[in-house]
């Protein structure tokens, strides 16, 4: 006999020995036939067939789900979420028929005990009043305690300042709009005053300044001058009838992003620039005035002028604050 | 103001289907209604059209169906005053001489025109004439005067990012980022789906109804085919990641979301909790 017939003897001996300990466990661990505790069912095999049936094909679908992962079908992400959805779904239901038809429920009530026994409330009121009897300077630990909440409470809330400026409301009446500074499109090319035509609109930025800047972008029209009737003192504010507008809408600070022109004036609405939020409807003519919508205050104006280049340049700042109107704000 | 002015515009999106059925109906019943003293379709045909020219028959069209609003001879009517060309309603229109062959090709193509009367909204309707009268039509009036003619733009193979910037630029405002259209105030903006790459570019050009114009400065002819070539593209976006439930951002998907997800669990829970029996 060789060494490889030995070691196969030996394994042999080794497998018998832990399967007659594992008999021999298996024999003390099984439980004697006890009384019930829970009271006997009736089997259903119809709905097990039905929970087998939706286990079955929940282990389906998540198989599919691996196959179209797999292959990459025609990189449809929706499959894949149809597939583990629905291998989802049908454990789901699986697991609520199991539960309501094949394992066995009963409905137990159990009386509460009456609450608030006087003689145990009044050995907890004794046990307290024993417990801080080494206590002897009580009010000041009580302020500091109180300190230490208070100050908690308010570190709780205080990031709330996070929100908006509260006290400080400089920035929102921040510009980057100063007299002489030109107007350029997004690309940064300076907008002539023969760049704009009467028949649609244009947004414009301040050169050299972040787009982002919520007082940067403006749209800017050019209408008749005959049709212009701008507020007292803004006479000079639109040369050639070219006018700049903040294109950030008073309303909820959306982009004023639609204008509409009408082909025929005798037959259509009037122009005027129109928020899609909410549909603040502004008149350019009249100093960006509402006529239609929530917005509570005018569109404000950034006087214009050209220069001897022909190019638009801003003639000052804004009529008023720029945006949602805020604490303070009203026109 | 038109006399529709007290439609109240929703938000967009929220109801564009029921709007655009709405609107639809709306113009059918306008449209059921001939003038009086038109014939019962509102439209005159002439007789023996085989026998006339194309601007003969041009000449018999416009004073049929157009005289009546934009002047006998195209000059326009500023002021309404009482027709006395076919029909008897109050004619009012834009002078028509030097508008081209674009504005007339664009307007009766997608049966914008011709309108029952002068305050009513332009709007995208099946072709009032077949192409043989359009053409006639477009003929004589671009004979009136002296203007552009019909574009022919060139989409294939032009840039869709390119197109995207120009059209998130210049259209998205109103016509919604994919082309699916919205409201301004006291219209609604025509949906795309439809509208043919000559459509486009004539749109463009023209400014129909309340539309800004784009000259060749504004948008160039080059630009122009890359804006056609992505609206063409945004009727199929690829949706990659879900449904694209009509396209028309957050507000619908967010109604998906709440209605149908909040049934299914509300569901759910009925199903998985039971009544408990009182004794």
Redesign the interface.
Known sequence: MGFIGRAFLRLLHALSKAFAVLIALLHTVRPRRRQRIVAEGEPSPRWELAVIALLVGAACFAVMFIVIYAADWR?Q??LL?LAIGGAFALL?TAL?IAS?QLVVSE?LEEEYPEVGDPAEQLNVTQIVTETGSRMTRKRFLKGAAGAAGAALGAALIVPAASIGPVLDTESLYYSPWRRGRRLVD?EGRPYRAT?I?N???Y?AYPENVDHEVLAAPIVVVRVVPDRLDLPPGRDDWAPEGILAYSKVCTHAGC?V????????P?????P?F?C?CH?S?FDPATGGSVI??PAGRNLPQLPLMIDDAGDLRAAGDFSGPVGPSFWGVRS | MSGKASEIPRAPGFTCATAVAISVVVSLALLAQPAPGQPPSGIVHPKNQRGMSLHELGEQLFAGNCASCHGSVGQGIENPRPNTGAGNTTGQGPDLRGVGAIAPDFYLRTGRMPLTSPGEKPERHAPFFNDREIRALTAYVASLGKGPPIPRPRPHGQSLSRGLDLFTDHCAGCHQVVGEGGYVTDTNVPVLDHATPREIAEAVRVGPYLMPSFSKRDITDHDLNAIVAYVRHSRHPTDAGGLGIGHIGPVPEGMVAWAVAGFVLVGVCAVLGSRLRKS
Do not use: C, H, M, N
Not at chain 1, 257 to 264: G, I, Q
Not at chain 1, 266 to 270: D, E, I, L, M, R
């Open positions: 990189r992400t929706q979420g789901a609520i309501k409905e997004e760049d035509s028949t649609t609109f947004t982009a992003s639609e204008y509409r022109k009408p082909l025929f005798p037959t259509s609405p009037q005027a129109v899609p549909y409807t239609y919508g």
